[in-house]
């Protein structure tokens, strides 16, 4: 059961926490500039959506994870690993709890360590896309989803560049920008990935051979014997 409902529940799992993600990113009723606050400081102030939507996206990250194994694409090894630990660490930013910082106070040590859960999904996905461009080039069944991967990789891991850069030098200006942008971007990476698994799962199936209209064997081509 899991490769032929695996497609269908990533895809939908993808699509519905991504558009929960943004809502609660956009529509954030916390008194602090939602540009400036990172995705760890919404769920401290509450959340709202953005718990179970995390859940939602780990979830179905899991289940794309197992459907890809299962259909024989070419993740097995370190692409699966890297996929897999992006959906456990949102699965873990979802459930972890997180204190908002009161007072001017520093952010306590749950901030820190959430945030650096969400570092650690943010890296998983460029990192395994990386792998995966050059497997996909060699699959004759993936190589139409290598050249998509690909040009996402590259926002990806720009988007990565830029998150080390408001995190350290940048004193975190705009790194509620810098995390909603790498987020929905990894999570289109994911989304090329469920889309080519469903159609290679429910899509038609190739014939091999055109059959005569009569319904007989096609005809062979008759080779003559050569002259001695």
Request: net charge positive; aromatic share 4%.
């Amino acid at each position: 059961m899991i490769r032929p409902l695996s497609p269908v529940i990533a895809c939908a799992g993808l699509g519905t926490a991504m558009i929960a993600l943004l809502a609660g990113l956009v529509g954030t009723g916390a008194p602090a500039d939602p540009v400036s606050m990172t995705i760890s400081d919404h769920v401290a102030r509450g959340g709202g959506v953005l718990r179970p939507a995390l859940a939602v996206l780990g979830a179905a990250s899991l289940v794309l994870v197992a459907g890809l194994r299962a259909a024989g694409a070419p993740v097995r090894g370190r692409p699966a690993a890297w996929l897999a630990g992006w959906g456990v660490a949102l699965i873990t930013a979802a459930v972890l709890p997180v204190r908002a910082a009161t007072g001017g106070a520093e952010a306590p040590w749950e901030a820190h360590l959430h945030h650096g859960v969400m570092i650690a999904a943010f890296v998983s996905v460029p990192v395994a896309a990386l792998q995966l461009v050059g497997r996909f080039e060699r699959d004759e069944r993936w190589r139409v989803a290598a050249r998509p991967v690909e040009w996402l990789t590259l926002p990806a891991g720009l988007g990565l560049t830029a998150l080390t850069y408001v995190m350290l030098p940048g004193q975190g200006v705009m790194i509620g920008v810098v995390e909603g942008a790498l987020l929905a971007v990894d999570t289109a990476i994911l989304g090329v990935l469920a889309v080519r698994l469903l159609r290679l799962t429910w899509g038609p199936v190739p014939r091999r051979g055109r059959r005569p209209a009569g319904g007989g064997a096609v005809a062979r081509p008759r080779i003559s014997a050569a002259p001695r």
